[in-house]
Each structure stands twice: as structure tokens, then as C-alpha cells.
């Protein structure tokens, strides 16, 4: 048998046993019927306040994340192409670091080529009232600035389940 055939074929077989791991990645669940979308007060990293008012009119990906959480930093690229992919006028991705401060982040998202819009949740409080409790965790809110489902883990933003979302939240 060719060598190089030996090893594309082993290849082949040993990412095909890893696809199932990780789809099993995360857990989406519909946000809780009857629980409000909580509010967001936050400044950004350039120190300018943001609220969940200021997307009404946009579906919102909200991505809770932190610079030490590899799943975080793993799922950050497809993340952010969202908007490209889906339109900025229709959809907006903002990621909610959790207890770090701005000089941390910035020497994380910068070096990385990271662009999405960063708040800053420098106690917790943010991320304690959206529940969050397992890095990575992502909060799907409509274009009325209602929560609709909650993703804890990583996803691969760029495949096909991640995508059904999306879609699924911009019909609604």
C-alpha cells in the first residue's frame, strides 16, 4: 500500500471519529419561557456605553467569552464573519468578556486580528444576569431585542447547525 495513501486514509478516519466529539461541543436550549431578556448597560473597549437598544432593528449574537477560555478563543474567527455572511444591517455580533480588564483584552483581540465589538463586564454582573455560567456562552436575540436561545460551549460558527440558527433567528 502507498504510504501517503496510509495516512491521508488514517487521516480521513481519525477526523471522521472526532466530528461527532465535537458536535457534542455545546447545548442549545430555547431561552426559558416566561424568564425576561435581561438589560445590558456596558461600556465597550473604546469607553463608549452600549445597550441592547442600540441593535433593535438587528438580530444580536451575544457571545460571552474570556481571554483564558481556549473554547472561546477557538470559536472567535467563524464568529465574527457572521455579519459578512448574513448581512450588518440584519444581524451584529458583540462578545461580553467576563472580569478582564481593557489593556488585557486589547493585547488578546488585537495580535489575533479579532474586530468584533467587545464589552466590558469587569465584576461579572453582565454575565451573571444572562445566566451565564460555562465559557463559551452565546445568547441569540432577535430583532426586537428578545433572547430566544442560549448556547453553551464552543460552536463552529461557519457550520451548517450554527447557520440553521442564525437563519431561524433572523425569520423571526
Same mark, same amino acid.
Given at each position: 500500500m502507498d504510504r501517503r495513501y496510509f495516512f491521508h486514509t488514517l487521516g480521513a478516519g481519525a477526523a471522521a471519529l472526532h466530528t461527532p466529539l465535537r458536535a457534542q461541543a455545546f447545548e442549545s436550549t430555547a431561552w426559558p419561557r416566561g424568564l425576561p431578556t435581561p438589560t445590558?448597560?456596558?461600556?465597550?473597549?473604546? $469607553?463608549?456605553r452600549v445597550t441592547l437598544a442600540d441593535?433593535? $432593528?438587528r438580530a444580536l449574537v451575544l457571545n460571552f467569552w474570556a481571554s483564558w477560555c481556549e473554547p472561546c478563543r477557538a470559536e472567535m474567527p467563524t464568529l465574527q464573519q457572521l455579519p459578512a455572511v448574513f448581512g450588518e444591517d440584519r444581524l451584529a455580533v458583540a462578545g461580553v468578556n467576563f472580569k478582564e480588564s481593557p489593556q488585557r483584552i486589547a493585547r488578546f483581540v488585537q495580535p489575533a486580528g479579532f474586530t468584533l465589538p467587545v464589552w466590558l463586564d469587569p465584576r461579572g454582573e453582565v454575565a451573571r444576569a444572562w445566566g451565564v455560567n460555562v465559557f463559551p456562552s452565546t445568547v441569540?436575540?432577535?430583532?426586537?431585542?428578545?433572547a430566544r436561545q442560549r448556547i453553551r460551549g464552543e460552536v463552529d460558527w461557519s457550520?451548517?447547525?450554527?447557520l440553521g440558527w442564525i437563519d431561524r433567528l433572523l425569520s423571526a
Open positions: 445590558i448597560d456596558a461600556l465597550d473597549l473604546q $469607553g463608549r441593535f433593535r $432593528g441569540l436575540i432577535d430583532r426586537t431585542g428578545r457550520g451548517t447547525v450554527a
